[in-house]
């Protein structure tokens, strides 16, 4: 979708400001539960490895921006020095914001303008987040079953899970019929609309860009068969970096002696990956992440501030690629209100 027709209504960016109220409330009082102290100290035990740490992130923006190069329709090319400072700054943007996906996609888009048109643009951003979202469903739907198979867990945290896995389930189903190219929902809702008057007349005005769209972005995968299982391994590699983020993570805060496992990593980036789809309008998820992952730390090592010092070291990682992000954006002289003002090229 065009970015101006996706500019925020006054009630989004009101429910945006309450999202980031909630979040911020929510992470104080997740942190004095937890105690500052313990926190520090988990800090200091992560020491050095946290360059580690942060290049672990680094290696999965290259991973989804190459996925995003091969995710361009030919003849149009873009190249990893192009999609990696469009994909970090606009991480950016939606990670400091409550708009999240609103203003990330078109900034990122905004940003290789210069490249290639910004219908190509979005197409290849809209076909890698389509491949991208069916790794994240299989990614949360495995934590889930190996967390309620493998771990005795508490009757709150089950339901929850049951309640991730169904939805993650139907999600998964809907991202194949997309994928698929066969469903087309938003030509039927702009039919709907069209057919009723109903709907903003800027989008309305934009219903052959949006089909033209629609078009490229669902049956990508029957136009160029090479390039889905390449595109799907490289989302593959980026759950897989995550899992040894988390991996070094929590070795670095375990007391000595206590080993960290593969399989307790997987769980916790899996329910980070479920943390990250369902709250992307709390800003970094602040107070969610801490206290998602210190109910699970909880069940796999009996410490909840084990949990919430990962979720702070994570934010810490965070904040400096936002940084990185940011700094990008100001050297290719970019700002959030590009990503609402573009058009196409």
């Avoid at 303008?113 to 076909?127: E, H, Q, Y």
């Avoid at 595109?231 to 070795?251: D, N, R």
């Avoid at 007391?255 to 709390?282: D, M, Q, W």
Wanted: charged letters at 15%.
């Amino acid at each position: 979708m065009p970015p101006s027709a996706t500019r925020p209504s006054a009630s989004r960016r009101l429910g945006g400001v309450v999202a980031a109220l909630g979040g911020v409330l929510l992470f104080g009082y997740t942190l004095r539960q937890t105690g500052l102290d313990t926190i520090a100290s988990g800090f200091a035990r992560v020491g050095w490895a946290f360059v580690g740490i942060v290049a672990l992130g680094g290696l999965r923006f290259a991973v989804r921006a190459w996925a995003w190069v091969l995710c361009t329709d030919p003849p149009h090319r873009l190249r990893l020095r192009d999609t990696f400072p469009a994909l970090v700054g606009g991480d950016a943007l939606g990670n400091l914001t409550p708009l999240g996906l609103v203003v990330s996609e078109p900034t990122k888009a905004a940003y290789v303008r210069d490249r290639v048109s910004l219908m190509n643009a979005l197409s290849g951003i809209a076909v890698e987040n389509l491949f991208y979202i069916l790794t994240v469903a299989a990614m949360i739907g495995g934590g889930t079953l190996a967390l309620l198979f493998e771990f005795v867990v508490p009757p709150a945290l089950r339901v929850m899970s049951l309640i991730a896995l169904v939805g993650m389930a139907a999600f998964l189903l809907v991202t194949l019929a997309l994928a698929s190219g066969r469903w087309r929902p938003l030509s039927w809702a702009l039919d709907v609309m069209a057919r009723h008057h109903l709907g903003p007349a800027a989008l309305l005005a934009r219903t052959a860009k949006l089909r033209t769209l629609e078009e490229q972005v669902y049956t990508f995968a029957r136009r160029h068969p090479s390039r889905p299982v390449p595109v799907l391994l490289l989302e593959a590699s980026y759950h897989v970096l995550g899992v040894a983020e988390t991996w070094l993570t929590i070795a670095m805060l375990l007391p000595a002696g206590t080993p960290a496992t593969v399989l307790g990593a997987f769980l916790l980036e899996s329910i980070n990956r479920f943390v990250n789809v369902a709250f992307k309008f709390v800003p970094m998820r602040l107070g969610v992440d801490e206290a998602g992952s210190g109910l699970l730390t909880q069940v796999l090592y009996g410490s909840s501030a084990l949990g919430v010092t990962l979720a702070v070291v994570r934010k810490a990682r965070m904040l400096v690629w936002t940084g990185v992000g940011v700094l990008f954006l100001g050297l290719r002289g970019l700002n959030p209100v590009d990503a609402y003002e573009a058009d196409e090229a």
